[in-house]
């Protein structure tokens, strides 16, 4: 079964989505933008107040998922 | 008005959570040793450099902010943490297609996009950039680093899309059409994926540990995304089989 031929099987009303669908799902899109970048990406911008702190505390979960680490 | 994003994206957060906790507690027994290992082994490396030129070979792990049993813990706030936000774009995902075909078994459908997330934040990144030890990583070159791991994720994804998109669009082709347009997609993404510049960072790392810490690290996270299908499928088979209005109870079980 293709997603071609189930398609029409949806009625019209579930195929727009509304004005408050997006807002949620753009919100929800960009805390967990955040929380990876905070997890895999941060040096420092985010909490550093002497160093990244947020480096070192996600330091061995970067390196196990692979994220660059220093 | 009863939006099916809400419910999904709670589904999303709790495997998220689930997956994240069963990565983070498996990597904390099976791969938090090969990491303390190979901090040991830079630092024996670090000191016999620093005794050599007394020059500021800079030892990455020198001060330290947090002990490693602090860290061993952020490993698991780590997963979890991340578990949830990739949960949630997976939601996301799922959302754009179960609004076109919603009638579908979750079941399958959550375990095939799961294998998918896997195949395209996970692996083939990691065919490209494998995941190092703690022992590697130049803090010079981070910054770049970080720019080509983010474009091996986005040729990942794309090339995904890319590929599912050949298959959909063949769908009336005879079979074998399809499976070779399929593959010589995937091919082509590989390519693609190995013009990016290689990793300027020497692995001064015994084979062994570096092989276990890279079969580990794929480990963890094929693990974080069978747990996440496999939770994702099951809360969708338990929100159809009730009437069409139920929301389901979703930030309660996430926390416990």
């Known amino acids: ?70 | 008005m009863s939006t099916p994003l809400i419910p999904l994206l709670g589904r999303g957060v709790v495997a998220g959570a689930a997956a994240g906790l069963a990565a983070g507690l498996f990597s904390l027994f099976a791969a938090e040793p090969l990491m303390d290992r190979a901090i040991r082994e830079e630092e024996a490396r670090a000191a016999k450099e620093h005794a050599h030129e007394h020059a500021a070979a800079t030892a990455q792990h020198h001060e330290e902010l947090f002990s490693r049993s602090t860290q061993h813990f952020g490993l698991v706030v780590t997963a979890v943490v991340a578990g949830i936000a990739l949960g949630v774009f997976f939601a996301l995902a799922y959302a754009l297609i179960h609004r076109r075909t919603p009638l579908a078994n979750p079941w399958p459908r959550a375990l095939v996009l799961a294998a998918a997330a896997f195949l395209a934040v996970a692996l083939l990144p990691a065919l490209r950039y494998p995941a190092n030890p703690p022992g590697v990583g130049d803090s010079a070159t981070v910054t770049d680093r970080q720019e080509m791991w983010l474009g091996a994720v986005a040729i990942g994804v794309l090339g995904l899309l890319l590929a599912w998109q050949v298959a959909v669009k063949l769908a009336e082709r005879p079979v074998p059409v399809r499976h070779t347009a399929v593959a010589v997609t995937v091919v082509a993404v590989l390519a693609v994926l190995f013009l990016l510049p290689d990793n300027p960072d020497a692995v001064p790392v015994e084979a062994t540990l570096l092989w276990d810490f890279r079969v580990l690290s794929i480990g963890t996270q094929a693990l974080l995304w069978a747990v996440f299908g496999a939770v994702f499928g099951a809360l969708g088979l338990r929100a159809a089989s009730r009437p069409a209005t139920a929301a389901e109870p979703r930030r309660e079980t996430a926390t416990a």
């Open chain 1, 1 to 70: 079964m293709s997603l071609h031929t189930a398609s029409h099987t949806a009625s019209a009303a579930d195929a727009t989505l509304s004005t408050r669908d997006w807002a949620i799902a753009a919100a929800a899109a960009i805390v967990s933008l955040i929380a990876l970048y905070a997890v895999f990406l941060d040096q420092g911008t985010l909490v550093s107040a002497t160093g990244s702190y947020l480096h070192e505390f996600a330091h061995d979960g970067r390196h196990l998922f692979g994220a660059p680490c220093h």
